[in-house]
């Protein structure tokens, strides 16, 4: 049985040698195989502008946290400095009546200052969101037209 199957496969191999592929055949595999490296290439092309795409909008956003971390800080200084001035002051009153009247002055204060910053920081805020969704929405229209292009 061995034997048989040796030489089966042998003769296969024989018959295989001497089988031509036709062109049209020929001409099919290596069209097929153009346009599939065609296409990854388009593809590929398209993810690498998309990780750049990316990327620009992680620096955009960082930049953004950063700024608003900054003004934050900034704020919490300010608001600390100014608790402390009044602590002073109160601390230096002669009366009750002076020392209530400084802490209700500080609060007033306190109540504007702090709604300045809420709407500073709101600004900030959707300026930053703005610039982010503005970046990734052109980096993203740019890698389509150039995808199509390619296609």
Not at 9 to 37: T, W, Y
Not at 100 to 107: C, I, K, M, T, Y
């Amino acid at each position: 049985m061995n034997e048989q199957f040796t030489r089966q496969a042998e003769q296969f191999m024989d018959a295989a040698k001497a089988a031509k592929i036709p062109e049209n055949i020929q001409a099919l595999a290596q069209e097929g195989v153009s346009r599939s490296k065609e296409a990854f290439d388009t593809l590929s092309a398209a993810a690498k502008d998309q990780v750049k795409v990316a990327e620009e909008l992680a620096l955009t956003t960082q930049a953004g946290f950063k700024s608003i971390s900054h003004k934050i800080m900034d704020n919490t200084v300010v608001n600390t400095e100014a608790a402390f001035e009044a602590a002073r002051a109160i601390a230096r009153a002669n009366t009750v009546p002076e020392a209530l009247r400084l802490q209700a002055e500080f609060v007033q204060r306190q109540f504007t200052v702090a709604s300045e910053q809420t709407k500073e920081l709101f600004e900030l805020s959707t300026r930053f969101a703005t610039q982010a969704f503005e970046s990734a929405s052109e980096a993203t229209a740019k890698s389509v037209e150039k995808a199509r292009k390619r296609v």
